[in-house]
């Protein structure tokens, strides 16, 4: 069965960082793509970044040069490295590929 457990997410100040993880079971991670998206309240999922199984990124305009999207395949975990973060990147924060999502992780920006 298809596993994916976000963390990492909290509290933060605008300007301030984290680094949130996904723990992948039940598939063979190093053979899929993976992805994470958010959600904000009263809004719509939001692509974030995604990964090939080469380790080839890509970005959404809102988040480039401040995120970081990276993998451990021998861990079967994904990386999501935020810096510079903004009121805006409040949301939940998914990872997943297809129709397999984690529960999400809470990443709230405020001062």
């Known amino acids: 069965q298809v596993q994916l457990v976000e963390s990492g997410g909290g509290l933060v100040q605008p300007g301030g960082s984290l680094r949130l993880s996904c723990a992948a079971s039940?598939?063979?991670?190093?053979?899929?793509?993976m992805s994470w998206v958010r959600q904000a309240p009263g809004k719509q999922r939001e692509f974030v970044a995604t990964?090939?199984?080469?380790?080839?990124?890509s970005y959404a305009d809102s988040v480039k040069g401040r995120f970081t999207l990276s993998r451990d395949n021998a861990k079967a975990t994904l990386y999501l490295q935020m810096n510079s973060l903004k009121p805006e990147d409040t949301a939940v924060y998914y990872c997943?590929?297809?129709?397999?999502w984690g529960p999400g992780t809470q990443v709230t920006v405020s001062s």
């Open positions: 990964i090939t199984t080469g380790g080839s990124t």
């Open positions: 997943g590929r297809g129709m397999n």
């Open positions: 039940g598939f063979p991670f190093g053979l899929y793509g």
